[in-house]
């Protein structure tokens, strides 16, 4: 199923499950508990990120040709690091350049996201994807000056201002889905196309991950899960290439979709 998560006229949020045809079907009930697809057609006036997180968990250095452009060494075990809830942001709203805490060095990240769906801990790798509610697009946008020299050697500052986690635009269940290592993904800036790879290159996989996290640590529904970015960042590029105001960047995943954001400052 394809599940979006949306502002009717009335301004209220629902879930909903996209059809073929391009409409969507009002969810009743809870997509972690029991729900059902109505006969009702959604009033879709937008589109919202299809979960509101518990958590972010994000994973750094996880793709090997990734590693390789930074001439960073390959990790023994996952990269963690979080992102602050607020800096969610849905399909279409504008990621913000930082000018209050300025940043001049804002990069975009297309990952696979993973959504949590039971609230699990000490999960087996064998069992992982039992827990998987299921996958959608993320773009872990940084600001590689405050990750690299501002940020106190931690990367969440970095990581976490506000409209730094676009997700979208809909969640697709793991039964649609049953090998989320073999998706191609890719970032297309402003028509071009920037990173174009395939999760398949992760050096954790998506089994490997939950295993890990969850181990002596509970993961609540709704966790999402990023799961690091591919070659092609702005940053390793010659010279960098750095968002600016006025680009558009969009997040392609192989099954999922199409995750398209503006970019503008800060108090625009």
Known sequence: MKIIR????????????????GSALVIEGDIFCEHRVTARRADVVKLLAPVVPTQMVCIGLNYRRHAEETKAKIPG????????????SHPGDA????????????????????VIGKTCKNVPRARALDFVLGYTCGNDVSARDWQRQFGGSQWCRGKSFDTFA???????????????NALAIATVLNGE????????DMIFDVPA?????SGSTTLLAGTVIFTGTPHGVGMARTPP?????GDTVTVAIEKIGELTNPVVLEGA
Do not use: M
């Open 6 to 21: 949306y502002l009717d006229r009335a301004g209220q949020a629902h879930f909903a499950s996209e059809q073929p045809d």
């Open 77 to 88: 075990h996952p990269v963690v690091f979080f992102k602050n809830l607020a800096a969610l």
């Open 95 to 114: 990621i913000q350049i930082p000018t209050h805490l300025a940043s001049h060095e804002v990069d975009y990240e297309c990952e696979l996201a993973v």
């Open 166 to 180: 676009p997700l979208g635009p809909r969640l697709v269940t793991r039964d649609e889905i049953p090998n989320p």
């Open 193 to 200: 196309r920037v990173q174009d790879w395939n999760t398949n």
């Open 209 to 213: 991950l939950i295993e890990f996290l």
């Open 241 to 245: 290439r750095w968002l600016r105001p």
